[in-house]
Nanobody, 117 residues
Framework: VQLQASGGGLVQPGGSLTLSCVASGFTFGNYDMSWIRQAPGKGPEWVSAINSGGSRTYYADSVKGRFIIFRDNVKNTLHLQMLDLKPEDTAVYYC???????????WGQGTLVTVSS
């Protein structure tokens, strides 16, 4: 299992970013997938999930209405569109199969999102 997230950066409060996570080493389209984030000095937080076919999505209360998860099973890529970003969204973002989202061994390379003025 290899997962590589990208698309992070520095953005002002109220701004937007779209993250991507490219998967390899497993049959991506067979797996429900999640985004997880870890803020500096804090534990991991589950952010959002999507079922294998992309028809069902789930969000943590902290991001509901601001983030949109979607996937491209042809390109083996998971995305997270983040709108109206807040300083508390600052974290390293990772993707993982939902069934093992708490296992850091599956997180792969994350991408840092910094929300600051």
């Amino acid at each position: 299992v290899q997962l590589q997230a990208s698309g992070g950066g520095l953005v002002q409060p109220g701004g937007s970013l779209t993250l991507s996570c490219v998967a390899s080493g497993f049959t991506f389209g067979n797996y429900d997938m999640s985004w997880i984030r870890q803020a500096p000095g804090k534990g991991p937080e589950w952010v959002s999930a999507i079922n294998s076919g992309g028809s069902r999505t789930y969000y943590a209360d902290s991001v509901k209405g601001r983030f949109i998860i979607f996937r491209d099973n042809v390109k083996n890529t998971l995305h997270l569109q983040m709108l109206d970003l807040k300083p508390e969204d600052t974290a390293v973002y990772y993707c993982a199969p939902t069934s093992v989202w708490e296992d850091t061994a599956y997180w792969g390379q994350g991408t840092l999102v910094t929300v600051s003025s």
